[in-house]
């Protein structure tokens, strides 16, 4: 079985692992177009970058890091988390650094997948029987669409392709953006700028942080989470069990959603100053309509002396000037562009399908996928946080892991029943999102804003999981074979064989495994086996929804 994996971020290297853990008789490529491993993480190195989730639970459920240095990870350091990750594991030996994928196409008669890949001057070319896009939804970093941004003569830079030798100090600095990557770079550039202009369309909800007031662990807190067993497993489930609790507040005009926008709206007055205006700072829209920041010295780094907030849509830029909407120029040495990504999730590179269609033209006005993991057309093709991924109501990383086992368990068909090709049908994509438009159009989510979550600008279609992240996890849990076209090498029953079963063949298997004292078998419901894999204690409710701050932890003494 070759596989070939465009991206090794968090996606691919999910993948890899799964995939050896598992399996024999196969050949993985992990094409990679940048120099390092580690996708979104490798590529953003502005100042102040860091994830929002807390540190110990941005990792793979079962690879946990209990020498984080503070509550919530930089950049850099979870680049060396995914980088140790792969050392370990192995998953870098599968990777080609430097190898950019520039056309994928489906040759039916084959059955394999035709892939051209540039390598500085080289071109390579090679087939593949399955075809796996793990570059990521937030991979293709643009600017914004603003008059006359190509005549800025001063420094120009998106935070996603950062220079990492600029020297700011002392700058009149104009950035353009209010999310997280917009709120981070505020934090670290206030101190420094002699002065800084934000310029922001709207304003976005600011949740305080998500989990624990940031901070740094001490040297005892991180000697108790290597070596006092259950201490980390607990702090990990109960932060992941607050995400998991969010969807309720996604819902319109839900008791969860009032209450929560009526808190944040408290709090956020209570920090404004005189001079700093409410409709700056309050939005119009329902709280996680666009994704939610923690903005911890948000409101405070705008109310600092060399920092001016420009709210509206910006006129056009000239060569060291912006200009807002009213018409006042902004002078500026440095224009920093905190605007985001491609977030259509077109492919990078032409995919040709079935029927020669070209995926980038099937998904140019609006992305259709089957269960965020496939696309109708495109046979033994799979793509990780594909359109109605579960973004906005559950934990990433978690998601990736349940879209690898859901791949993996077709890919086990194709190596073992004579597979020539899998491809979902094109009516159970319409049933799917004909499903999920009723439900997002009850959530928050369809509001009106400013959201990536969205395509066609404020009012455009959401293209989000119609649930919760759990609910995903549990939808994609399963096979369901009949939204499935598959086609077979021959009769589908050759996977047969002679006769003899694999135990047989196997000298290390028992003849007699199904004897046993005790029933130890799976639960043959999805009820049953759903409330045996997931049984536990739960989080107590007064602690468990996300809008109640978790209390500060307490530390215990060292066990010597």
């Not at 996680?288 to 010295?297: E, H, I, Y």
Request: hydrophobic share 35%.
């Amino acid at each position: 079985m070759r596989i070939a994996c465009v991206g090794a971020g968090a996606s691919g290297l999910c993948f890899a692992y799964k995939l050896q853990r598992s399996f024999d008789n196969f050949e993985l490529t992990i094409y990679e177009k940048n120099i390092g491993l580690g996708g979104v993480w490798f590529e953003n190195r502005y100042p102040g970058c860091a994830c929002d989730y807390e540190a110990h639970n941005y990792t793979f459920s079962w690879e946990p890091k209990a020498n984080c240095s503070s509550v919530y990870a930089t950049g850099a350091e979870i680049r060396e988390y995914f980088q140790d990750f792969a050392g370990k594991h192995g998953s870098v030996n599968y990777c080609k650094f430097g190898h950019q994928v520039t056309h994928a196409q489906w040759n039916d008669s084959h059955g394999e997948w035709c892939v051209d890949v540039r390598s500085g001057e080289s071109n390579v070319h090679a087939t593949f029987d399955i075809l796996l896009n793990a570059c990521g939804v937030l991979n293709a970093w643009k600017w914004p669409e603003i008059n006359g941004l190509e005549s800025f003569m001063g420094l120009k830079m998106h935070s996603a392709n950062w220079s990492g030798t600029v020297d700011l100090r002392g700058k009149n600095i104009a950035l353009i953006g209010n999310g997280s990557s917009g709120q981070q770079l505020l934090e670290s550039l206030q101190p420094i700028a002699q002065k800084l202009t934000v310029f922001m369309r709207q304003p976005t909800w600011i949740l305080g942080p998500f989990g624990e007031t940031p901070r740094n662990y001490t040297q005892e807190e991180i000697f108790q989470f290597q070596h006092e067993p259950g201490l980390l497993l607990g702090k990990r489930k109960r932060f992941e069990s607050r995400l998991n609790s969010y969807f309720g507040v996604c819902l319109k005009n839900s008791a969860a959603q009032l209450a929560y926008r009526q808190q944040l709206t408290e709090c956020i007055k209570g920090k404004l100053t005189a001079q700093q205006s409410e409709t700056n700072f309050i939005p119009t829209y329902a709280v996680g309509c666009r994704r939610p920041t923690p903005g911890v010295k948000y409101i405070e780094n705008l109310g600092s002396s060399n920092v001016t907030l420009v709210k509206g849509r910006i006129s056009h830029v000239s060569c060291h000037v912006v200009v807002d909407h009213d018409g006042m120029e902004h002078k500026a040495d440095v224009l920093i562009c905190a605007t985001g990504f491609d977030t259509t999730h077109r492919p990078r590179f032409p995919i040709i399908g079935l029927g020669n269609k070209n995926l980038q033209d099937e998904w140019k006005e609006k992305a259709s996928a089957y269960m965020a993991l496939a696309a109708p057309n495109m046979p033994n093709y799979f793509v990780f946080y594909g359109p109605n991924n579960p973004f906005a109501s559950g934990p990433f990383l978690s998601t990736i892991e349940a879209q690898a086992d859901y791949m993996l368990k077709l890919c086990d068909r194709w190596q073992t029943e004579n597979i020539h090709s899998f491809v979902p049908k094109e009516e159970a994509v319409q049933d799917f999102l004909s499903h999920a438009a009723q439900v997002l159009e009850k959530t928050v989510w369809s509001d009106s804003c400013n959201s990536w979550y969205k395509t066609g600008g404020e009012t455009g279609a959401v293209s989000l999981w119609p649930g919760s992240g759990l609910h995903y996890i549990e939808a994609i849990s399963e096979v369901r074979g009949d939204d499935w076209n598959i086609q077979y090498r021959g009769n589908r029953f050759s996977w047969l064989g002679d006769g003899f079963s694999q135990v047989e063949m196997d000298p290390t298997c028992d003849l007699a495994y199904y004897i046993r004292d005790r029933d130890e078998s799976p639960r043959l419901s999805r009820r049953k086996r759903r409330h045996t894999l997931a049984k536990g204690p739960r989080i107590a409710p007064e602690s468990l929804h996300i809008f109640n701050k978790p209390a500060e932890p307490v530390t215990r003494p060292v066990r010597q």
